[in-house]
């Protein structure tokens, strides 16, 4: 049975870090790119993060760049988003994605995904 359980959202002030967790089981994690997602009330969800399979290459939108990380690692089947410098607009419900690409954009699915964990972003 396949698995993305994140973990480590919540409320922190502007300006704050937190560490979001995905932990994944039932599937070949290594042969899989990792995303995060998040998606606010009212809004579409919002690719914020891309790892390959091997961790050799990250993207971000401008929107979180310089201020996010992502990093996974195999041996455990996690990966993580590191957020620093938060800001109100970065409230949202974060979500840990699994997709397997097969060659430039070309992917199989099914896409796996977590349930899901709030990060709030206020004073």
């Known amino acids: 049975q396949v698995q993305l359980v994140e973990s480590g959202g919540g409320l922190v002030q502007p300006g704050g870090s937190l560490r979001l967790s995905c932990a994944a089981s039932?599937?070949?994690?290594?042969?899989?790119?990792m995303r995060w997602y998040r998606q606010a009330p009212g809004r579409e969800r919002e690719l914020v993060a891309h790892i390959t399979t091997t961790g050799g290459s990250t993207n971000y939108p401008d929107s979180v760049k310089g201020r996010f990380t992502i990093s996974r690692d195999n041996a455990k089947n996690t990966v993580d988003l590191q957020m620093n410098s938060l800001k109100p607009e970065d409230t949202a419900v974060y979500y840990c994605?699994?997709?397997?690409?097969?060659?430039?954009?070309?992917?199989?699915?099914?896409?796996?995904w977590g349930q899901g964990t709030q990060v709030t972003v206020s004073s």
């Open positions: 994605n699994a997709r397997r690409f097969i060659g430039g954009s070309v992917y199989v699915p099914p896409d796996y």
């Open positions: 039932g599937f070949t994690f290594s042969s899989y790119a």
